[in-house]
Structures are given as structure tokens and as C-alpha cells.
């Protein structure tokens, strides 16, 4: 099946998850993306991440002749009011931290275009990732538990339109 690159930067490429994805990324999850999900209930990760595809707007980063970077996408659910933005990374990440800071932006930046507003749980026990979620413009704004896992609850609102009034009805200048 050809893979359809939605946003691209040098070889890499955003695109839609597919179920020929999904094996390549279970055996390349780094210990911490393992942990994450068996904090979530799901001992197999293969089965959370089908899961997943059937819920969420799931996409994977990927290279062009090489593996996952990240697993990534928006989860809506109607107990959640906003959008919940999520991303799992592989092995493959820890190569290229430069990659996974411009990367990120520009993933946010793709789904601020329909969704202004976010939300993002990250387990407590990850500063690091803490820390990447504010540097991406989420907002620390609470706690909440999980099957005995305590989690940082964060919001993103975007500024993309800084201004309310359409351009039609703004004054002409002369």
C-alpha cells in the first residue's frame, strides 16, 4: 500500500498508521513507551495500538528508506472535552533528538489547523517528557490518577488567529 506523505521535512514524512506499521513498532518501543501503556491497562501493545486505530486519528513519522520515529495523533473520546494529543516514540527517536524538537512543532502546527485546542496526559514519572510538552506550548493545568498512575494534565490552546474579526470587516488603511 503506498504511504501518503501528509507533511514532509527532508526524508522524513508524516502519514496515516497502517496495520503493516504496527509490528515494526511494537518491537522497536523503548522500555518507557512499554511502561506507558502497561500504566494504561494494556499489557500487549500490539492490541493497545489496534485499539487505537479505531478510536483516534493515528499517523507514525517515519524516514523514506528507513524505520518509525514516533507514533503519534489526536484521541477523542466523550469523556474528554477537548482533543487529546498523544505521541509514543520508538528507539529510533534517542538517534536524532534535533529531529524530534522540530519534528514535534511542526506535528502540532498540523493539528492546530483543525483542532485549536488540546489536551495531553504524561505520566508524572517523565520530566523529560514534561518538559517537551511545555516547550510545545501545553500548559500544565492538573493532576488526575489512572489505575494508581498519576498524571500531568495539560492544555494547548493555539494563537494561529490572533485576530477575532474576519479581514473583510477589518478598516481600510490609506
Known amino acids: 500500500m503506498v504511504e501518503v506523505k501528509i507533511i514532509k521535512r527532508g526524508k522524513y514524512y508524516l502519514t496515516p498508521l497502517l496495520y503493516s506499521h504496527v509490528n515494526e513498532i511494537c518491537s522497536n518501543l523503548p522500555p518507557e513507551g512499554l511502561y506507558d501503556f502497561h500504566c494504561l491497562g494494556h499489557e500487549d501493545p500490539r492490541e493497545a495500538i489496534l ?3 479505531e478510536v483516534s486519528e493515528v499517523y507514525v513519522v517515519k524516514s523514506e528508506d528507513g524505520p518509525i520515529l514516533c507514533l503519534t495523533g489526536l484521541a477523542f473520546d466523550i469523556d474528554i472535552e477537548l482533543p487529546q494529543f498523544f505521541c509514543v516514540f520508538t528507539n529510533e527517536v534517542k538517534k536524532n533528538l534535533r529531529l524530534l524538537i522540530i519534528g514535534s ?3 502540532i502546527e498540523f ?3 483543525a483542532h ?3 489536551c495531553m496526559s504524561i505520566l508524572s514519572e517523565f520530566p523529560i517528557m514534561i518538559n517537551w510538552a511545555t516547550s510545545l506550548g ?3 493545568v ?3 490518577e489512572v489505575l494508581g498512575h498519576k ?3 495539560f492544555v494547548r490552546c493555539s494563537h494561529v488567529e490572533k485576530n477575532v474579526s474576519p479581514k473583510s470587516s477589518r478598516p481600510v488603511m490609506h
Open 51 to 53: 485499539e487505537m486505530m
Open 105 to 107: 512543532r511542526m506535528i
Open 111 to 113: 493539528f492546530d489547523k
Open 116 to 118: 485549536p485546542k488540546l
Open 138 to 140: 501545553f500548559e500544565p
Open 142 to 144: 492538573g493532576f488526575s
Open 151 to 153: 498524571y500531568v494534565e
